[in-house]
């Protein structure tokens, strides 16, 4: 009786998978999406895709499969988009298609939709809107942008001073020094780097950050039901995220008791006056949820991404001490040693002009990309694509193009130069990413990016201990090329 109890329960289950198995083949080909690595039913392609070499794997899979290709993530699909070519007939020619912002477990289970970066629709554009207005009002303001940044490089080189000749990892302070100027836009002060509250936020962002680049990052979205479940590193996201809530809802509620509805300080009494003022609107977008997403949109897109590009810059130069020569060289012929770096200085100086794009470009800091998603049904290249169908540019394969730059795996500041030293623009640099969705924080981050770099070099010499044929500046191996080599310097006042 039992061995006929299990038999049929054996049967049962053969049964419910093949019938499983049929209908999900059925679903696959109906879609008849662009082509890519064989499928599996629950694991996708996982077999043909590398979780810690994810862009790299990609390339190689574009080789075969052509520039736009289909992996899954579990059962669901995800188009990629390979070379400048592509990318830029996708997000500029089709822009109205890919204009939507795709999804991912983590971003579903955190964001919930709110924010910038990954909402939608009416929501996306009034936030946005709201949001570039803002900053640039106080761009134009008492204290401008720009001197919130000089006024933190100046922060930055004494903290770098205070070293002396003994080797440090500069990682912490760049973080410090780039959130510094965030947090004067945002909260209206600027922190201390001794400051512990301060400090535990960083901590907390960066190893969300880490854990979300990782394998962990990628295969929890294999099995988004189950994985909140599952004890595993990808556990402290979601606390981190609660702590991460919790500070800026402390900051929130102590603007509201100290603002000045006729004079606001920063970001959040902006937003806070748009609150009052939109409070009768029952569909407003001005709430805290999205106040609290905002926010932390302009922390990850204006930290993580501006203080890597500027670690991966000083250990570029460690590794090329001719090029930071030449770019003292013409600091100190246009600038001095008398007054700080300014935007206005940039049009005169070609040659850091150039070194800095290619810094840019060799960094690589997004090498996947941010996920858009088609808003409607399309035939792009001949290749169906259903609405909501989430699209990614690679991006390193676009920073990379070789149609584009003649040594792609190479750094050369020569991509940008013309024949007479003078800056070329080169249409496939897009480290930002373009058209309607590319980032919110570009102008300040290439403020910040100029004025620290030239404020650095312009009062210190950056030295090493180590040969220069030891000192690695690409991106460590196994992380999705995300995260930088950890190095060490030490300075000498110039």
């Not at 039901?225 to 595993?232: A, R």
Request: aromatic share 10%; hydrophobic share 40%.
């Amino acid at each position: 009786m039992e061995l006929g109890v299990t038999g049929s329960i054996l049967l049962a289950v053969c049964v419910s998978l093949v019938v499983y198995f049929f209908s999900w083949k059925k679903k696959l080909n109906s879609q008849k999406l662009p082509p890519g690595p064989p499928t599996l039913p629950l694991l996708g392609t996982v077999l043909h895709v590398s979780t810690t070499e994810m862009p790299q794997s990609l390339i190689k899979l574009s080789e075969k499969y052509g520039p736009v290709l289909t992996i899954y993530i579990g059962n669901e699909p995800m188009v990629y988009l390979v070379g400048y070519d592509c990318v830029k007939e996708a997000l500029l020619d089709h822009s109205d298609a890919f204009s939507a912002r795709g999804n991912t477990f983590f971003a579903t289970a955190l964001f919930k939709d709110y924010g910038i970066v990954l909402s939608n629709g009416e929501r996306w554009q009034q936030l946005r809107r709201f949001s570039l207005t803002t900053l640039r009002n106080f761009g134009m303001g008492k204290r401008g942008i720009a001197e919130r940044i000089q006024e933190e490089a100046h922060f930055l080189v004494e903290q770098f001073r205070k070293n002396g000749e003994n080797l440090f990892d500069p990682t912490d302070m760049l973080r410090l020094a780039v959130s510094n100027v965030i947090c004067s836009i945002v909260f209206g002060e600027r922190f201390d780097y001794e400051d512990e509250k301060f400090t535990n936020l960083l901590f907390l962002l960066k190893e969300i950050l880490n854990t979300l680049a990782s394998a962990w990052g990628i295969l929890v979205n294999l099995f988004p039901n189950i994985s909140p479940y599952i004890p595993g590193p990808h556990q402290k996201v979601f606390r981190n995220f609660g702590k991460v809530k919790e500070f800026i809802s402390e900051s929130v509620d102590h603007h509201k008791k100290t603002i000045d509805m006729n004079c606001p300080r920063d970001f959040i009494d902006s937003f806070l006056i748009k609150m009052e003022e939109d409070k009768n609107k029952p569909n407003t977008e001005f709430h805290f949820e999205n106040l609290f997403m905002t926010v932390l949109d302009l922390f990850n897109a204006g930290i993580e991404t501006t203080s890597s590009t500027l670690k991966s810059a000083l250990l570029i130069l460690l590794k090329h001490p001719d090029v930071a020569k030449k770019m003292q060289v013409e600091i100190d012929n246009v600038i001095g040693q008398n007054r700080l770096p300014s935007m206005e200085d940039r049009i005169k100086m070609p040659y850091t002009d150039a070194v800095i794009h290619e810094i840019q470009r060799f960094a690589d800091i997004t090498p996947l990309g941010l996920p858009h998603a088609t808003s409607k049904d399309t035939v792009f290249r001949g290749h169906n694509i259903p609405k909501g169908t989430t699209v990614s540019p690679l991006m390193t394969s676009v920073l990379k193009d070789p149609k584009y730059f003649r040594h792609p795996e190479k750094f050369d500041p020569g991509h940008f130069l013309d024949e007479d030293g003078q800056l070329k623009n080169n249409e496939a640099f897009i480290p930002f990413s373009i058209g309607k969705r590319s980032c919110l924080g570009e102008g300040l981050a290439r403020m910040e990016i100029f004025i620290f770099l030239t404020t650095i070099l312009q009062k210190l010499q950056l030295k090493t201990n180590k040969a220069l044929e030891d000192i690695e500046i690409t991106p460590e191996p196994g992380k999705n090329g995300v995260i930088l080599r950890t190095y060490q310097l030490y300075v000498e006042p110039r």
